[in-house]
Nanobody, 123 residues
Framework: VQLVESGGGSVQAGGSLRLSCVTS????????MGWFRQAPGKEREGVAN???????RYADSVKGRFSITRDNAKNALYLQMDSLKYEDTAMYYC??????????????????WGQGTQVTVSS
C-alpha cells in the first residue's frame, strides 16, 4: 500500500495550492479518504474527508476555502486550497482507514499514511 502526496509549496497569504495524493496497492475507491495536517509544535488534525460516494466533511477552520475531491479512475485524491492563511502552514498528509467503507474522524482508525507534503504560507 502506498499513498504519495504532491503539490505542496510556498505561497503568499490569499493564494492557492492544489494537493494531490496517488494511491496504489489497494482499491482506494472503496475507502473513505482524508487529508490531515500537522503544524510545528501542534498535534496532527483532520482537514477534510470524502466517502466512497463522494460526500465530504471539513474542519471548521477550512470550510469555504478548501475542497476535497477524488478521481477513482486515477486512484487519486485532491485538496484544492484557496484563500490560504498563515495558519494553514503545515505538513499535509493523505490517509486511508484500515477498513473499506468505514468512515471515522478518529486518527486511530487510520491504517495508511502518505509521507506528507509541506505547505508554507507567508503573511
Amino acid at each position: 500500500v502506498q499513498l504519495v502526496e504532491s503539490g505542496g509549496g510556498s505561497v503568499q497569504a490569499g493564494g492557492s495550492l492544489r494537493l494531490s495524493c496517488v494511491t496504489s496497492g489497494f482499491t482506494s475507491s472503496r475507502y473513505c479518504m482524508g487529508w490531515f495536517r500537522q503544524a510545528p509544535g501542534k498535534e496532527r488534525e483532520g482537514v477534510a474527508n470524502i466517502t466512497p460516494g463522494g460526500s465530504t466533511r471539513y474542519a471548521d477552520s477550512v470550510k469555504g476555502r478548501f475542497s476535497i475531491t477524488r478521481d477513482n479512475a486515477k486512484n487519486a485524491l485532491y485538496l484544492q486550497m484557496d484563500s490560504l492563511k498563515y495558519e494553514d502552514t503545515a505538513m499535509y498528509y493523505c490517509a486511508a482507514p484500515r477498513r473499506a467503507y468505514f468512515c471515522s474522524p478518529s486518527q486511530a482508525d487510520i491504517g495508511n499514511w502518505g509521507q506528507g507534503t509541506q505547505v508554507t504560507v507567508s503573511s
